[in-house]
């Protein structure tokens, strides 16, 4: 009922830029807490950023400078601008929120994952 959608992965060559975005849809009465995570082949999910209701952002010291969160609440949408991608950006990259949902007459907190995008970098 409720998800999100991640689009814009692709492959760039080093030094470039690309812009993923994540779209929720579905039963949502309020998005809270957005945020972006990665995972490389053979590695650990790493945390990119997040974003509050707000707008306040955290990032990991690996993309501080180089990677910018926005959010449209409007259209219920998070954006991660990637400038200066270096081979070991390569990941597929996850979009996260906590929502909050209703259906009938139950209000219910959500957390909630994309399916992912592929990002490549290459040298």
């Known amino acids: 009922q409720v998800q999100l959608v991640e689009s814009g992965g692709g492959l760039v060559q080093a030094g470039g830029s690309l812009r993923l975005s994540c779209t929720a849809s579905?039963?949502?009465?309020?998005?809270?807490?957005m945020g972006w995570y990665r995972q490389a082949p053979g590695k650990q999910r790493e945390l990119v950023g997040t974003?509050?209701?707000?707008?306040?952002?955290n990032y990991a010291d690996s993309v501080k400078g180089r990677f910018t969160m926005s959010r449209d609440n409007a259209k219920k949408t998070v954006s991660l601008q990637m400038n200066g991608l270096k081979p070991e950006d390569t990941a597929v990259y996850y979009c996260?929120?906590?929502?909050?949902?209703?259906?009938?007459?139950?209000?219910?907190?959500?957390?909630?994952w994309g399916q992912g995008t592929q990002v490549t970098v290459s040298s």
């Open positions: 996260t929120a906590t929502m909050m949902s209703l259906s009938g007459d139950l209000l219910r907190e959500f957390d909630v």
């Open positions: 579905g039963n949502i009465f309020d998005i809270k807490d």
């Open positions: 974003i509050t209701s707000g707008g306040s952002t």
